[in-house]
């Protein structure tokens, strides 16, 4: 297992920080969404869940993604 939470404290770099403003300002739809923002933020979801996976050498299934440090700790100790 990768473990990739580091700090809630830790500095944010420039590259990300651009990136996450600018997902959150071009991509606002609900990724499972029919209409045209949903469709267009699954479809960058989807990218960057490939790139992921590819940086990880690991197929996209492989992959699980939670919503912070205590999911991710319970999932570790209670396996899936």
């Known amino acids: 297992m990768i473990y ?14 651009e990136s996450y403003i600018r997902a959150t300002k071009d991509f606002i739809g609900n990724p499972n969404s029919l209409h045209a ?21 690991v197929l996209e299934s492989e992959l699980t993604f939670t919503s912070g440090a205590t999911e991710s700790n319970n999932l570790a100790i209670d396996g899936t």
């Open 37 to 57: 923002l949903g469709v267009k933020s699954k479809t960058l979801m989807n990218t960057a869940i490939k790139q992921i996976a590819d940086l990880f050498t």
């Open 4 to 17: 990739l939470d580091y700090s809630a404290t830790t500095p944010v770099s420039y590259d990300v920080l």
